[in-house]
């Protein structure tokens, strides 16, 4: 400076274009600044650019001594909606202005007044991120929307989107029902209080393109209105406003009238929940332009039971309900997609076990193959009763559904399901397994060498068996030699290569030496029917588990350990089963031998519980709410 001026100039931080709502104000605030703050001064202001002169701007700015900056309103109380205008202010004149400076005595802006216009027809918007949260479906809802054509962008805003649904109170209940297109008028888990009313919320898209056919997609992050306990909740783009990796935090895509947000697109917040942390939703968000572009996407299954399937053939095919404690043969199917051109068709990765629970109900689930993702559709009718009603099936808050393939090339399929009744009581939640192979299964007899854990139920009403047990190669052909039975040193069992079953017949064991030296005959015999034998063999294979199991057609159920010397019989279980132990590396420690142990009679044996038809699982608990908040303490944070 030369001493002589005042070093005027705007800033770069000045706004260059603003885009107001119709119910904002209708002005803005600009800066301008100087460098010489000495003494107070007026700095006369010239409009070389006014719009339609629609801008009312002061004539001068007056800094006080010392200020640097100052900021000054511009109003334009007639600007039009629709329209953009431009201002451009300059200050002049060599006692204001260095003309040597890289500084800018000038400042250029734009001002629209967005003219929003209804879009005639309802778009679909099918919400992904609140099952971030929670345990809700994803199910589409109609948004009213506005459009404003802002030049390079259109922009879309829905009043309200996530408004609570048209419904009837039912006691404690809000019962909402979707249209004849499964479309709700709502957000379908809002209940009246769980929306604030007091105001209106606009979600705003904003798509990248002049013609707002195709491109980008932005969501303006907002809050929505909902309070569901964990405070005021946000959503919003993740990109550009939290985050500049576009390829992790995807924008939306607007393609064929369809504006797709895929997952880790958005985020959702909660005010009260984990600090208000921004966790990305790993769900997509779907807003169809159209309903008929929703309705061209969404071919709906209205009942998964009358939807055409073609048989998956297999050799083995076999259903254990934890539900009822029964375990029987089932067939698996797939469904014939009918919409192949739709990516997002409800016939996709659609996979159903018919006639599950009863006939002519099944149970459908879907199960994509590239993420290796297993989810049960929700709320199917399963054709039984218990205490009087109807049992539904849900997939699980608790019991995980998934698929994994063992060793011998079985897929097993785990169902997490929640039984449960229409109205959402809960009955239970158990992980049904259903297990298939393409081909039959066969056993090796190395199959059947390695560590277990052998359990079972006392013959004596005693504690159950828990015992470490290593089955080895036997000294004579097909045979194997069993270690670690409590007070028994070795028990011999014989293998059937062709039938792949392990046998294990009566038998005179080693003699039992205590520490005290005192030395007890040991005889294994066996129980068919609870009564002892000494002829019944104890007959194993491998179940669909992959666990050692009494064969259906084994003549014995349990055993007997009798010592003569002692005076009776000295431990005995049956019901056994032998679980393969997994070790990467050490070996599985033996078990010190038992010697205690303590006399009984035939009289002692406990009578075998007798197996209940149509029994179940099933007790009455707390009515389901899709609002429970999940485990959310892992959650990533943006």
Do not use: C
């Not at 004149?93 to 003219?115: C, L, W």
């Not at 259903?434 to 139920?457: H, N, P, Q, W």
């Not at 007959?539 to 057609?553: I, P, R, V």
């Amino acid at each position: 400076l030369d001493g002589t001026d005042q070093g005027v100039f705007f800033p770069e931080t000045n706004q260059k274009v603003f885009e107001l709502e119709p119910t904002e104000p209708t002005q803005i605030t600009l800066k301008i600044a100087r460098k010489s703050t000495a003494d107070a001064a007026t700095i006369p202001l010239t409009v070389e650019l006014n719009t339609d002169d629609v801008f009312v701007a002061p004539a001068t700015v007056n800094f006080a001594a010392g200020e640097a900056e100052k900021e000054f309103t511009v109003t334009f109380p007639e600007a039009k909606e629709g329209k953009t205008y431009s201002l451009r202010l300059s200050v002049v004149g060599d006692e204001y202005v260095n003309i040597y400076s890289a500084t800018t005595p000038y400042v250029s802006t734009q001002v629209t007044r967005i003219k929003w216009e209804p879009v005639e027809e309802p778009m679909v918007y099918v919400d992904g991120t609140f099952s971030t949260f929670f345990a809700v479906s994803i199910l589409p809802m109609y948004v009213n929307a506005e459009k404003a054509d802002l030049g390079k962008v259109i922009r879309y805003r829905f009043k309200n989107a996530y408004r609570v649904p048209t419904g009837q109170e039912d006691g404690e209940d809000y019962i909402v029902s979707p249209d004849e297109d499964g479309i709700f008028d709502g957000y379908p888990y809002n209940e009246p209080g769980d929306v604030d009313e007091t105001k209106d919320y606009y979600t705003i898209i904003e798509v990248n393109d002049p013609e707002g056919k195709k491109g980008d997609v932005t969501m303006i992050p907002h809050e929505i209105g909902i309070d569901w306990g964990y405070g005021m909740t946000s959503i919003g783009s993740i990109y550009g406003y939290l985050k500049d990796d576009k390829a992790s935090f995807p924008l939306g895509e607007l393609k064929d009238g369809v504006i797709t947000f895929p997952a880790n697109s958005l985020f959702i917040s909660m005010a009260s929940l984990l600090d208000a942390a921004k966790i990305p939703a790993g769900t997509q968000t779907v807003i169809y332009m159209t309903k008929d572009a929703y309705l061209a996407a969404n071919m709906k299954i209205d009942d998964f039971n009358k939807v055409e399937y073609t048989t998956i053939e297999g050799e083995v095919g076999e259903f254990h309900s934890d539900a009822y404690s029964e375990s029987w043969n089932q067939t698996l199917s797939k469904a014939v997609d009918i919409d192949e051109e739709n990516e997002e068709s409800e016939y996709k990765n659609l996979y159903f076990l018919p006639d599950l629970y009863a006939e002519g109900f099944g149970v459908a689930f879907y199960y994509d193959e590239v993420e290796n993702k297993l989810s049960v559709v929700d709320n199917q009718k399963i054709g039984t009763q218990v205490f009087g009603k109807d049992i539904y099936v849900s997939q699980s808050g608790e019991a995980k559904s998934s698929l994994v393939v063992n060793d011998k090339g079985v897929s097993i399929y785990t169902l997490g399901l929640m039984f449960h009744y229409k109205d959402g009581t809960v009955l239970g939640n158990f992980a049904e397994k259903f297990f298939y192979s393409e081909k039959a299964v066969t056993y090796a007899k190395t199959d059947f060498i390695g560590d277990f854990t052998m359990t079972g139920i006392s013959q004596f009403g005693a504690d159950p068996a828990n015992m470490k047990v290593k089955i080895a190669e036997g000294a004579e052909p097909n045979t194997f030699e069993i270690t670690g039975i409590n007070l028994a040193e070795k028990v011999i069992a014989t293998f059937d290569e062709t039938k792949s079953i392990m046998s294990i017949a009566p038998q005179k064991l080693a003699d039992l030496v205590t520490p005290s030296g005192n030395s007890y005959d040991i005889t294994l015999i066996t129980t068919a029917d609870g009564a002892p034998s000494t002829t019944a063999s104890l007959d194993f294979t491998f179940n669909m588990e992959g666990k050692l199991a009494l064969t259906a057609s084994s003549e014995a159920d349990g055993y007997l350990l009798n010592s003569t010397a002692a005076g009776g019989f000295v431990d005995g279980y049956y019901d056994i089963l032998f679980t393969r132990i997994v070790q990467e590396k050490a070996s599985v420690a033996r078990v010190k031998r038992a010697f205690a142990f303590t006399v009984k009679s035939s009289n002692n044996i406990v009578e075998r519980a007798t197996s209940k038809t149509n029994s179940h699982n099933f007790r009455i608990q707390g009515k389901f709410s899709p609002k429970t908040l999940k485990n959310v303490s892992s959650y990533v944070r943006l």
